[in-house]
């Protein structure tokens, strides 16, 4: 009778030391701030964010950060103005937009990701020599118009003496989840894809990777974080964590190499694998495409906003300082 109430007893100590630990990771779970983060894609263009995620940057910041994909800047911008999102990851024409809609709680760029163009051009052929003039006579599918992925080809091409609609064929009415169906389904002599979608093509044997419009446009702010000024101006503490665990993440990406990034965000692409994801990051680091820090910069502001004129989709130029929010980045770069 003594040997049973023994065992008995230490299946209740059991019980008990199992619920005080669930009930510390309950608490330690509910002492997180939950935070709403729409990113406008799903592309190993973000490599440092899946970093933070994923090494859990944002949990020692304090945040549990859920993230629903867009698809789309205008649906990413949308999620944040109908306050189904409280953090967007998208393209910096879709806050000039708003704003010069006269929407009062207008977004505010508060960090950047990204400082190139994350597409390439993708061809049905091998094209070793391939020069931008090749496009002449051609057809491309690009993306939605006024969005970024358009915006920055019209401007590589007119930088290269090619006017589009006239010189070639620009191909915008396709959604952005479809455009590689529609490139292997024979629509377009070439198509714009990010990765990892490009290198799929590839390895596929639907196409061929021939030019980076990263290499191509040059120093562009072509990710940004945004939030509403209400957002802002109510959790200023949470846009602060936030950002420190960007600058983390970004760091920490600076500091390793492409495979050991690739083995860290590899969780976040389950339908790849370790060796296809080294390249396409080593391909994204060899360009130069991510910020050592998240200041977004005046010149580059100045710059993305030449891009929109260029491409008509500017009705009236940002002040800086009316859309651009350092000071978060600025803290968190010192700390």
Known sequence: MKKRNSITALFLTGVL????????SQKEESSLTPVRLNEVVHSVFYAPQYVAQELGFFEEE?????????QGADKSMTALLSDSADIALLGTEAGIYVYNEGKQDYP???????????????SRQPEPNFQWSDLKGKSVIGGRIGGMPELVLEYVLKQNGITPNEDMELINNISYTSTSGAFVGDIGDYT????PTATALEQQGNGYI???????SGYVPYTVYMSTSTYMKENPEVIQKFTNAIQKGQTWVQQHSSA???QVILPQFPDSDLETLTTIIERYKQQDTWKENTIFEEDSFTLIQDIMEQGGELSNRVPYEDMIVTEFSEKALAS
């Open 62 to 70: 304090g945040l549990d950060v859920s993230v629903a994909v867009g």
């Open 192 to 195: 714009v894809e990010f990765e």
């Open 210 to 216: 021939v030019a980076s419009l990263g290499t191509a």
């Open 260 to 262: 050991e990034i690739a």
């Open 108 to 122: 505010l760029a508060f960090a950047q990701l990204t400082q190139r163009a994350g597409n390439f051009l993708v």
């Open 17 to 24: 030391c199992v619920s005080v630990f669930a009930g510390c």
